[in-house]
């Protein structure tokens, strides 16, 4: 669909609730709701009708999410909330609340409740010797039908939690008595801490109550912190999920979070924050960012109070949510804002900091050489891991000019073949995606999107020029989304790269776009920000017309993983939309045909079978299944102990798998990246920990033989087979 046409449709949607007179609605709910219903009858892919039957539906879902666990809810007060069951759809029509009021007093009074119940039972009398098992499965498992029948769940609950610290701590003793008797090695250091005083299982017991009664307070406190507003908007996503799964209501604080999140920049003070107790916590800090600066500030400082420049309140931050306290720490690039920390020892400093554009190294695309010796060297690695692109600011980051930067600076030093690792890389920006894709090949239509009720658009790749022409490899699994489907589904069709991973990719294939509901409304401004509403207004569809929406994209090559026999992807929402095709267009590509990808994989397979470490992810796949389907575990100690024992030890079996050096790996940093990884001691580190993960990654040991094999057999990259056999003679 053309951004025109996009316009015009947003706009026909603005103009009919410009008639609309927001004071009609009382509340900012109805407006919410107005807006959002309005947006999807207009722009929606496939919007779902409301009726009865949905209505029932979105009662259910709606509760499933305002009680997950089924901790507050009894089954006779969901029956007796059930009265609006069918009525759901009326009330959204005229915009009036009566199932959400009620359902919102009867959650507040079951959360109230629960903290009751959790006060009237003795922890310290609970049975841990008990023939009891407790379903830990709670989509599967039925509400307590009362309030009798509730508080015997809590007692399941308290008692499982105790179980389960009272023997992570007796493991823990016992592998540290272990490790205490086993012979010191000759270059061992001496220990200075006091000795090792063993516990009995009596204190251990008491000192697990006294870290559960500690983690509940701090559960309830939570829960306490918790809006009539974060209600309204999961009774809101129950209501636009019906739709799809991807079309959901974001309050402003959730998009400036997207927005950051897929842009990997934002303007603040560069730290990661949670909430401790009272206070803020500084969890990490971004290194280069302006707190980094200061050199005053470390992990584990408590923020307790702020103040903005200009102001004379100074804002305490006792018991304030973590969310409302990033939305007054972050701000405009250039203003202050002066943190009051608690330091470690307990001395308070005042901070102030010029707010500053933060970037998150960590999203952003980065570079390595990869050989494996004797075998093939020289290969360029490019890790993505998502398609990131700050879509509201010019000049921002765009994931497809980073990859372009980096394929620069691998061709500069005469790269074999590049690998590229969307493995687990849940997609992001469309037009970046488009403009990566055509990268490697010359002009031509990169993916196909359809809105509803018209012709698809061809998305083009309109650069006659090609970056990359060499030998190309995309490396994928089952997290690897949407856009990341894309580019994968594009050069697989036109036989550009091969494709390497597991048995399909996640399956994504729809297009949502952000539509903000302020544009809904004139005035009304001390109702605003009302939010924004992430709509799926698009599906797409390969050059070949068929769809990645939910099948995903078939690799080439398919290489074993952990999650072979578990149901992973798209197909698992409620509500996913259906599968789908359309007709084909042309393409076709001219850089590097890959006619010989059949023999390539039937080589990758043989080498497979063989492979010791494949065999073993295998094993461990069917573990992991195995344990995945069984969700009941034992409330006798010594029973559950014993089970935790059987599991830990099937799982030693593979505790090494990811852990061991692969010794024909060569993994080195590109010389033109040094002086950037080398600008402080946490780059450096953080830099040699991807090393190190990356000696361990036996896919890519296999991706080198792949990408040989290719360079090998097809006539396209023959210059290239020439020169590998020049070196190694």
Not at 13 to 20: G, K, N, T, Y
Not at 50 to 69: G, H, M, P, V, W
Not at 104 to 120: K, M, W
Not at 189 to 217: G, V
Request: glycine residues 4%.
């Amino acid at each position: 669909m053309k951004n025109s046409a996009i316009l015009a449709a947003l706009a026909s949607v603005v103009a009919f609730l410009a008639f609309v007179n927001p004071f009609n609605y009382q509340e900012r709910e109805a407006m919410i709701l107005t807006g959002v219903m309005k947006f999807m009858d207009q722009v929606h892919y496939n919007p779902e009708l409301l009726n009865d039957e949905t209505s029932a539906i979105i009662f259910d879902e709606y509760i499933e999410s305002l009680d997950s666990r089924k901790r507050f809810l009894t089954q006779e007060e969901v029956d007796g909330l059930a009265q609006y069951r069918d009525k759901i759809d009326d009330q959204i029509k005229i915009k009036t609340f009566e199932m959400f009021e009620k359902s919102n007093d009867l959650i507040e009074n079951g959360i109230q409740r629960g903290q009751e119940i959790y006060a009237s039972i003795d922890v310290r009398k609970l049975d841990l010797n008990s023939n009891d098992e407790i379903d830990l499965d709670y989509e599967n498992r039925d509400r307590p039908k009362n309030e009798k029948a509730l508080k015997k769940y809590w007692e399941q609950l308290i008692t499982y939690d105790l179980i389960s610290k009272v023997e992570t701590k007796i493991d823990k003793q016992e592998k540290k008595l272990k490790a205490m008797s086993e012979p010191k090695t000759a270059d061992a250091k001496e220990e200075t801490k006091e000795p090792y005083i063993e516990k009995t299982r009596e204190e251990m017991i008491e000192e697990a109550i006294e870290d559960h009664i500690e983690n509940y307070e701090k559960f309830f406190k939570r829960l306490n912190q918790q809006r009539r507003s974060d209600r309204f908007e999961q009774y809101l996503n129950a209501v636009t999920h019906q739709s799809d799964p991807h079309t959901t209501y974001f309050n402003p604080k959730k998009r400036d979070d997207f927005n950051i999140n897929m842009g990997g920049k934002l303007e603040g003070i560069g730290a990661r924050l949670q909430a401790d107790d009272d206070f803020i916590k500084i969890v990490s800090i971004v290194p280069g960012g302006p707190i980094w600066k200061t050199k005053k500030a470390e992990a584990d400082d408590l923020i307790i109070a702020i103040q903005q420049e200009g102001e004379d309140e100074v804002l305490n931050l006792n018991g304030m949510r973590l969310d409302d306290v990033v939305s007054k720490i972050r701000g405009k690039k250039g203003t202050v804002i002066t943190l009051t920390l608690r330091k470690k020892d307990g001395s308070e400093i005042l901070l102030p900091i010029e707010r500053d554009e933060v970037i998150t190294e960590e999203t952003l695309a980065k570079s390595l050489i990869i050989d494996k010796v004797g075998s093939i060297e020289n290969i360029g690695y490019i890790k993505l891991p998502k398609f990131y692109s700050s879509f509201e600011k010019e000049g921002g980051n765009s994931c497809a000019k980073d990859v372009a930067t980096e394929i620069e600076k691998l061709k500069a030093v005469n790269v074999n073949g590049i690998i590229l690792d969307l493995r687990n890389n849940t997609g992001g920006s469309l037009n970046d995606v488009v403009e990566m894709s055509g990268l490697f090949i010359e002009e031509g239509p990169i993916v196909q999107v359809k809105p509803r009720d018209k012709a698809p658009y061809v998305h083009l790749d309109k650069n006659p020029d090609v970056l990359y022409d060499g030998p190309l490899m995309i490396l994928v699994n089952k997290y690897s989304a949407s856009a990341s489907e894309i580019i994968a589904a594009a050069m697989q069709d036109y036989k550009r790269a091969v494709i390497v991973g597991s048995t399909s990719t996640y399956g994504k294939g729809t297009v949502q776009r952000f539509y903000d509901l302020d544009r809904a409304f004139k005035g009304a401004d001390e109702f605003k920000p009302l939010g924004s509403l992430k709509m799926t207004t698009q599906k797409f569809f390969r050059v070949n017309g068929g769809s990645t929406q939910l099948i995903g994209v078939t690799p080439d090559i398919v290489l074993p993983d952990n999650y072979q026999f578990m149901k992973v992807g798209e197909k698992e929402y409620d509500h996913a939309m259906e599968w789908t095709e359309i007709d084909p267009v042309e393409y076709s590509q001219e850089v590097a045909l890959l006619d010989h990808i059949d023999e390539v994989a039937e080589a990758s397979k043989k080498r497979i079978e063989t492979n010791n470490k494949f065999a073993r992810v295998l094993a461990n796949a069917k573990r992991i299944k195995q344990y995945r389907d069984n969700a009941t575990y034992s409330l006798n100690l010594d029973k559950f102990i014993a089970e935790m024992d059987q599991r830990e030890a099937d799982s030693e079996q593979f505790k090494d798998l990811y852990d061991t050096d692969i010794a024909s790996l060569k993994i080195s940093n590109l010389e033109v990246d040094m002086d950037n990884i080398n600008f402080d001691e946490s780059k450096q580190a953080r830099n040699q920990d991807w090393l190190d993960g990356m000696k361990k990654d036996f896919y890519l040991e296999e991706a080198l033989s792949i990408m040989k094999d290719m360079i090998k057999l097809e006539d396209s990259f023959a210059a290239i087979e020439q020169k590998l056999e020049s070196s190694q003679n």
